[in-house]
């Protein structure tokens, strides 16, 4: 089984940064691939940026250049840097990981509310 557990939204202004940290636990080895998404009120839940299997990242067109996803390996957390945060960016951001014989894996969320 895979655990995760998010932290570092919080509200802030457009224009400002926040860390986004995804703490990962549990059976490790059998993650393929990880990434972030998020959930605005009223839309569907979207990709925002992942590693694939490859260990290569994408990004969602909306973020390119803005958002950073990253990882430390050693501290087994998963990372979103996010410049220049505008106002749509407001959502609850999620942690996912698909892991052999868990499927896709999510967190509890963590809300970034940016203020225009």
């Known amino acids: 089984q895979v655990q995760l557990v998010e932290s570092g939204g919080g509200l802030v202004q457009a224009g400002g940064s926040l860390r986004l940290s995804c703490a990962v636990s549990?059976?490790?080895?059998?993650?393929?691939?990880m990434g972030w998404y998020r959930q605005a009120p009223g839309k569907q839940r979207e990709l925002v940026a992942g590693f694939t299997s490859g260990g290569s990242t994408n990004y969602a067109d909306s973020v390119k250049g803005r958002f950073t996803i990253s990882r430390d390996n050693a501290k087994n957390t998963v990372f979103l840097q996010m410049n220049n945060l505008k106002p749509e960016d407001t959502a609850v951001y999620y942690c996912?990981?698909?892991?052999?014989?868990?499927?896709?894996?999510w967190g509890q969320g963590t809300l970034v509310t940016v203020s225009s």
């Open positions: 549990g059976s490790l080895f059998s993650i393929n691939v």
């Open positions: 996912s990981a698909i892991a052999v014989g868990s499927g896709q894996v």
